[in-house]
C-alpha cells in the first residue's frame, strides 16, 4: 500500500528552524514528483514547494523562498522540507504529497501524507 510518512513536526519558537521529513513506500519514488503543502487556520490549503522526480525543478512559494530548502533522497526514498527563520504565518499542518505527473506549485497531487503539525509561537 502507498504510504507517506511525514515526521519532524512540533512547536518552535519565532525565528527558530525544524526539518520535515517524509518516507515514502508502495509507489515507485523515482518516478514522483514531490512536495508539501500546508493548511493554516483559516486559511485555504497551499503549496510550499515541491522537487521533481530527479531533483531538476524545484519550486517555492513566494512566502517560503529563501527560508525553506526541499531535498528528496532516492535511494531512502525521503522528501525533507528544511524549514529555517520561521515565522508565525508558517503555522499549520503540513502534507507531504506525491505524483506521477508534474504539477508543481499548482495542482493537487494525487498521494497525501497523513499531515504534520508545524507551531511557531509569537
Given at each position: 500500500?502507498?504510504?507517506?510518512?511525514?515526521s519532524g513536526?512540533?512547536w518552535v519558537?519565532?525565528?527558530?528552524?525544524?526539518?520535515?521529513?517524509?518516507?515514502?513506500?508502495?509507489?515507485?519514488?523515482?518516478?514522483?514528483?514531490?512536495?508539501?503543502?500546508?493548511?493554516?487556520?483559516?486559511?485555504?490549503?497551499?503549496?510550499?514547494?515541491?522537487?521533481?522526480?530527479?531533483?531538476?525543478?524545484?519550486?517555492?512559494?513566494?512566502?517560503?523562498?529563501?527560508?525553506?530548502?526541499?531535498?528528496?533522497?532516492?535511494?531512502?526514498?525521503?522528501?525533507?522540507?528544511?524549514?529555517?527563520?520561521?515565522?508565525?504565518?508558517?503555522?499549520?499542518?503540513?502534507?507531504?504529497?506525491?505524483?506521477?505527473?508534474?504539477?508543481?506549485?499548482?495542482?493537487?497531487?494525487?498521494?497525501?501524507?497523513?499531515?504534520?503539525?508545524?507551531?511557531?509561537?509569537?
Amino acid at each position: 500500500q502507498v504510504q507517506l510518512v511525514a515526521s519532524g513536526g512540533g512547536w518552535v519558537q519565532l525565528g527558530e528552524s525544524l526539518r520535515l521529513s517524509c518516507a515514502v513506500s508502495g509507489i515507485a519514488f523515482d518516478y514522483m514528483n514531490v512536495g508539501w503543502f500546508r493548511q493554516a487556520p483559516g486559511r485555504e490549503r497551499e503549496a510550499v514547494s515541491y522537487i521533481s522526480k530527479n531533483g531538476g525543478s524545484i519550486g517555492y512559494a513566494r512566502s517560503v523562498r529563501g527560508r525553506f530548502t526541499i531535498s528528496r533522497d532516492n535511494a531512502k526514498k525521503t522528501v525533507n522540507l528544511q524549514m529555517n527563520n520561521l515565522k508565525s504565518e508558517d503555522t499549520g499542518v503540513y502534507y507531504c504529497v506525491a505524483d506521477p505527473y508534474y504539477h508543481g506549485l499548482g495542482a493537487t497531487y494525487t498521494y497525501w501524507g497523513q499531515g504534520i503539525q508545524v507551531t511557531v509561537s509569537s
